[in-house]
């Protein structure tokens, strides 16, 4: 009898047909299914990885032991609740909800029922910010730039939902200080939603961060920025290399410290790869995820709160 995981993956559109694709390939597990309301993606998804089709979010309940929720976040609590309910694994894709309500409904369901939950922030994957996550201690000021083109996709949320809540995920995992204070601006261009917004955010150990997201720049421009004690660090999400500036020895005669200049190479990954994998040896294990259910909420609900600023402000 094989000892492989089931999994499924809810919802293989543009974003979840890669989960299909992962787990397909993954050495101990099997793809037992996927699910879409769409007969024809099913189908397409299913042929490609000689899978089963299945077009109700609920048919995979008695067939997998982990399972990828990749439906409209609107639709996350009504999909979710069933799996977790019966102790199924999931990696459930960011935000947690459209709600706190709902996001803190799930991550109850989970922690009752047994059931890792992983949160789909798959930006704490990429290679580039595991190794800023590693150096950086007592982090005094952060600013973060998340940029890009226009496209037709999540148009019904604002960039704050959309992309900036990826920077304010990071921003709190590393500063553990408690949030004291926000401040926050941004404008619809395009779409009815807030398309371009800034946020500040302060922390009690003093720490703050710069935060900016938009969806209708002229290029793609992802880098954040770590000024702590005694160094600075950059990371640029598209290479994944790792600045650095920090003091070194004080010269013979001299009076202050040399600045030293680094440029680490890091071996550049798929995050979603990583984050999938994480996924899975966190099931083996029974650890707890990177980014886990509070994180997800707590992430969701400084997002929520910079919209609010912004909306108070217009």
Do not use: C, W
């Not at 976040?73 to 909800?97: C, D, N, Q």
């Not at 601006?185 to 961060?209: K, S, Y």
């Not at 001299?254 to 979603?272: A, F, K, M, R, W």
């Amino acid at each position: 009898m094989s000892d492989a995981l089931r999994a499924g993956v809810i919802g293989v559109g543009y974003l979840g047909r890669f989960h299909a694709r992962i787990y397909n390939d993954m050495p101990g597990v099997e793809l037992a299914g996927v699910v879409d309301t769409d007969k024809d993606t099913a189908d397409r998804i299913a042929k490609e990885y000689d899978t089963q089709a299945y077009y109700d979010p609920q048919a995979l309940l008695d067939r997998v032991d982990v399972v990828s929720v990749v439906v409209p976040t609107s639709l996350h609590r009504e999909v979710a609740e069933p799996y977790l309910e019966r102790g199924i694994h999931m990696l459930l894709e960011k935000p947690v909800a459209s709600t706190l309500e709902d996001a803190r409904a799930i991550i109850d369901t989970a922690d009752r029922h047994g059931a890792i939950l992983q949160i789909g922030h798959l930006e704490r994957f990429n290679a580039g910010i595991m190794a800023l996550a590693d150096q950086v201690n007592e982090p005094r000021f952060i600013e973060a730039h998340r940029l890009g083109p226009f496209v037709e996709r999540a148009t019904d949320v604002d960039v704050v939902t959309d992309l900036m809540i990826h920077d304010i995920d990071i921003v709190l995992a590393l500063v553990k200080d408690k949030l004291t204070y926000i401040s926050a601006t941004g404008t619809p261009v395009l779409t009815d939603h807030v398309d371009i917004a800034n946020a500040r955010l302060e922390f009690a150990g003093g720490a703050v961060a710069n935060v900016t997201a938009s969806r209708v720049s002229n290029k793609k421009f992802r880098r954040i920025r770590v000024f702590g004690r005694n160094a600075y660090r950059a990371i640029n999400f598209v290479d994944q290399q790792l600045e650095e500036v920090r003091t070194g020895d004080i010269p013979e005669g001299g009076s202050y410290p040399e600045i030293v200049y680094t440029t680490h190479t890091i071996t550049p990954n798929q995050p979603l790869d990583a984050e999938l994998e994480n996924f899975i040896d966190t099931v083996r294990s029974g650890g707890v995820p990177l980014v886990s259910g509070e994180d997800g909420l707590e992430a969701l609900r400084v997002a929520m709160l910079v919209t609010d600023k912004i909306h108070a402000d217009n």
